[in-house]
């Protein structure tokens, strides 16, 4: 089955840049979406299809793929960007969705 | 206003039965795939189930103990999950998948409701 790998933790500065990544084999032929999750609430579409941003999404809000790594990258990073942040693609070998682990975003 | 509500959580004896909801409102509900994630507590998103326009899909891991069904006329997603295990213990969701071919992610989540499963 497809395995995606996400650092367990990111710690950043506020207004510095956040770089999360999500690792999988030649994940750049499928398409990675991203969500964020609050502590106690519901996951919250941020990029989908490797960088588009839903609306009402900030714009600080990005996303990449390439190879074998997907980044989400959050520009001048706010503490009220501290989050739980997971990737996810669809897996046409086994006809599952699978999430990645997970990183949790501390803002410093 | 466009949402997913869950309900139909609560406790329930290992190797037990329930049947959870998922009420759609504010859009075209039998034009969209609805999907279930789970969350076990402390841990990460795991994906359950799906039902498109067309197939169902499902985690290899549940091994067929859990179904889903839909009514398009009264805009409900059920789960039905059977031969219930502690490792059932999560928070549920149901979440709406914005698009064909697996390109637009859940755009559109409930709030969740908790099974718990337990003696």
């Not at chain 1, 770089?19 to 979406?33: Q, Y």
Request: aromatic fraction near 12%.
């Amino acid at each position: 089955s497809y395995v995606l790998t996400q650092p367990p933790s990111v710690s950043v500065a506020p207004g510095t840049t956040a770089r999360l990544t999500c690792g999988g084999n030649k994940i750049a032929i499928k398409s990675v979406h991203w969500y964020q999750q609050m502590p106690g609430q519901a996951p919250v579409l941020v990029i989908y299809y490797d960088s588009d941003r839903p609306s009402g999404i900030p714009e600080r809000f990005s996303g990449s793929n390439s190879g074998n790594t997907a980044t989400l990258t959050i520009s001048r990073v706010e503490a009220g960007d501290e989050a739980d942040y997971y990737c996810q693609v669809w897996d046409g070998d086994t006809d599952h969705w699978v999430f990645g682990g997970g990183t949790k975003l501390t803002v410093l | 206003e466009v949402q997913l509500v869950e309900s139909g959580g609560g406790l329930v004896k290992p190797g037990g039965s329930l049947r959870l909801s998922c009420a759609a409102s504010g859009f075209t509900f039998s034009t969209y795939s609805i999907n279930w994630v789970r969350q076990a507590p402390g841990k990460g998103l795991e994906w359950v189930i799906s039902s498109t326009t067309n197939y169902i899909y499902e985690a290899e891991s549940l091994k067929g103990r859990f179904t889903i069904s839909r009514d398009n006329a009264k805009n409900l997603v059920f789960l039905q999950m059977n031969s219930l295990r502690a490792e059932d213990t999560a928070v549920y969701y149901c979440a709406r998948e914005n698009g064909p071919n697996w390109n637009y992610g859940f755009d559109l989540w409930g709030l969740g409701t908790l099974v718990t499963v337990s003696s």
